[in-house]
């Protein structure tokens, strides 16, 4: 039987933009106390100290130290946002990104970085991001409805004329370890997001308290299913629930192992 690990990411605060999230802590607290309750050694990461290089640090060292036989769950809820593709691999031209607390001076973590991270894993590893804001589509969070509320995903024209100059030309953490290669490996973990690459997905008030609703969906739903239950009968139980007339996002699944036993 291999190691549990998560690395649970919640950002409601970000500095110099009025931008600020509400439900984003409280996700990666519950999802802390749901992986702790399956035997998981969890890791938080939140506010202040979800900057992109304790985030990009901490995912590298967690990736890199799993054994074969090992699960690790990389859990982010916060904002998103694209950047232009300067590779040109993606079809849109553009780059999914998550959005740190430190986005002012040091700028997004790209899927591209995200992925390197991810494929330098050992045989036998398996790899569960749950991202409350997608990690390979055009998504972010959104307070409430649409009409109801503003829109909280972060356009990149917002802040990119004020990061600090050059900061996508210095190699992070994550970069470092890596070759300079941009080949992907298919699938190098299961990726259960909040939406699909064109939808928002929405930060809530469920039962009087402030939560993703994709995040409220999928840790309730996870509380019903038998123990033997898969991810894909998992992510079909949170379809059940949302989308809806108050949360029109869908809930999309992606990659390997689908068919597992829950974590």
Not at 40 to 68: M, P, W
Not at 123 to 130: R, T
Not at 232 to 240: A, E, G, P, V
Request: hydrophobic fraction near 35%; aromatic fraction near 12%; include cysteine.
């Amino acid at each position: 039987m291999g190691e549990k690990q998560a690395i649970c990411i919640g950002i409601n605060d970000y500095p110099g933009y009025d931008i600020d999230l509400s439900g984003c802590v409280n996700d990666a607290h519950n999802w802390r106390n749901a992986l702790m309750e399956r035997g998981f050694l969890v890791k938080s990461l939140t506010d202040k100290l979800a900057t992109k290089e304790n985030i990009e640090a901490n995912l590298r060292h967690a990736v890199l130290g799993a054994q074969e036989g090992d699960t690790l769950v990389i859990q982010y809820s916060g904002h998103g946002t694209q950047m232009p593709d300067e590779n040109s691999e993606e079809a849109d031209k553009m780059d999914e990104a998550w959005v740190p607390y430190d986005i002012y001076e040091n700028g997004p973590i790209l899927d591209d970085t995200l992925w390197k991270i991810f494929r330098s894993k050992k045989p036998g590893v398996k790899i569960i991001l749950i991202s409350d804001s997608c990690h390979s589509g055009s998504v972010a969070r959104a307070f409430n409805m649409p009409y109801q509320g503003r829109p909280k995903f972060v356009p990149f024209q917002k802040f990119i004329g004020q990061i600090k100059p050059f900061w996508k030309l210095t190699p992070t953490l994550a970069e470092k370890s890596f070759d300079s290669t941009d080949e992907k490996v298919p699938w190098p973990c299961l990726l259960l997001s909040g939406c699909m690459d064109n939808e928002y997905s929405y930060d809530a008030m469920i039962d009087g308290r402030p939560t993703g609703a994709f995040s409220y969906w999928a840790l309730k739903t996870l509380r019903m299913l038998p123990p033997n239950a898969t991810y894909q009968q998992w992510h079909s139980t949170i379809r059940n629930r949302i989308p809806n007339n108050q949360w029109p996002q869908t809930p999309n699944l992606l990659g390997s192992y689908k068919g597992s036993t829950i974590f």
